[in-house]
């Protein structure tokens, strides 16, 4: 089960927080482990990916990401079961005129700019159930940040 959530204050200028975690219902398979390890495993290159870049003082273009986390999936089997991009900006609307950050439909070259934000959500999706994991990140001139919580284990539902 994907338990995709967003939501904002009801203040002026609020921005939008936006989590995908996923649950099973009853005891999860070996396969639903796995495929949860390669998805989580593949959000944290993402996120890496963003904060070594930032820390080095390099602006990066959003096509690098999703090149590393989909070079990561794609290196565990299963490049054809993640199917869309790894991330989208996030500002005072949940898909935010930023950047979609981006190698699969476009090789976007929109930057991580300071004071910028988005998710990394990379996803596996099979015939009988899915696996998404999504953080939302925040660049500050020097460093990049998750601004909540990062999914460890599968949610036992």
């Known amino acids: ?3 995709d959530i967003w939501a904002k ?5 609020a921005v939008f927080y936006d ?6 219902v009853g005891e999860p398979s070996a ?8 998805v989580s495993r593949a959000r944290d290159v993402g996120i890496k990916t963003v904060q070594s870049a930032i820390s080095a003082g390099r602006q990066l273009a959003g096509w690098e990401v999703d090149h590393a986390v989909r070079e990561f999936i794609a290196k565990h089997g299963s490049a054809e079961q993640f199917f869309h991009r790894t ?4 500002g005072t609307t949940i898909h935010a005129n930023g950047a979609n950050l981006d190698s699969l439909e476009i090789r976007d070259e929109g930057k991580s700019l300071p004071n910028s934000g988005f998710s990394v959500e990379p996803g596996i999706y099979l015939p ?6 999504e953080v939302d990140m925040l660049v500050r001139p020097d460093s990049a940040e998750v ?11």
């Open 128 to 133: 009988n159930f899915a696996v998404r994991s």
């Open 1 to 3: 089960m994907l338990l």
């Open 147 to 157: 601004t909540g919580r990062i999914q460890t284990e599968l949610v036992m539902i």
């Open 31 to 38: 396969q639903h482990r796995d495929i949860f390890a390669i």
């Open 9 to 13: 204050q009801n203040t002026k200028h």
């Open 87 to 90: 991330w989208h900006s996030i």
């Open 19 to 24: 989590v995908t975690w996923t649950g099973v």
